[in-house]
């Protein structure tokens, strides 16, 4: 039977903050494998002091032990299939309570082909829901390796935010080594960055610096969301300069020969690392909506490594 870990708290907060029922979320944990009583408890934790939130929970409590008998069998099909490793990631992700998310207008321009300050982006692929974009020659093979060389010897292990103060935390659920470039600190990231802002359609001061990440073999980074989930105590250190994530651009900074993907589990999608090339999704819309089709992840190299450079996109003017 799963258990209620770090990724599981994260996805009941987000669902608590998307406004989904009670309800929704106990059905869809037991279709999960969780048993309802233990939905229900961990249900009613995350909404806290809400005491009509808690009357709702124990209302919908007993119809969800009466799907558990059924769901417990399709959970256990699907589960002597799995791995061990894809059942730990699966837990995270498997359930999405049925909340209706406002897709609007993307703002990155329309066409095949996109002037993105001083050069030409080829655009590969678009997907309405979630809002994904995979570009070619966002990079050229020269900017790539000058990328590389100069992050190689400044490495340090890659962090997450702590949901309950904000900090950067080493977790073992991202494998990878990492820098960060203040933005415009001179004439090679400012261009990169300013490229990028046109790409995306968004203030160049609207961006977080750029960041480096590689991974060896074996490295990964397991599906998260890039947005800071409303509700966490440790988000409010994060938003009060420059408001919330909005969009992500992750750029590809060598070929990986096997693994490596960018996923989108939820929407059955990915994207292969590609030098040059780039993935861009929006998980914010004009409501201040976050998407949950956007939870994502780096899958594991499996042969070679994996350089990837990645900017953040932010409501208003960060820094």
Known sequence: MPEVDAAWEEWLSSNVVRGCSPDSMIEAMVRSGFAADAASVAVHRTLGQNSAGAASVAAVAASAASAASAAS?????????????????????????????????VPVARGNVIRAY????????????????????VLSPDECGEMIERSRHRLKRSTTVNPATGQEDVIRNRTSEGIWYQRGED???ERLDRRIASLMNSPVENGEGLQILHYDTTGEYRPHFDYFPPDQPGSAVHTAQGGQRVATLVVYLNDVADGGETIFPDAGMSVAAMQGGAVYFRYMNGQRQLDPLSLHGGAPVLAGDKWIMTKWVRERAYG
């Open 73 to 105: 069998a399709a959970v256990a099909a699907v589960a002597s299939t799995a791995s061990a490793a894809s059942a730990a990631t699966g837990a995270a992700r498997a359930a999405v309570a049925p909340c209706t998310y406002q897709y609007d207008a």
């Open 118 to 137: 001083d050069r030409d982006v080829r655009v590969l692929m678009r997907c309405e829901r979630p809002q994904v974009i995979v570009f070619a020659d």
């Open 187 to 189: 004439p090679f990231i």
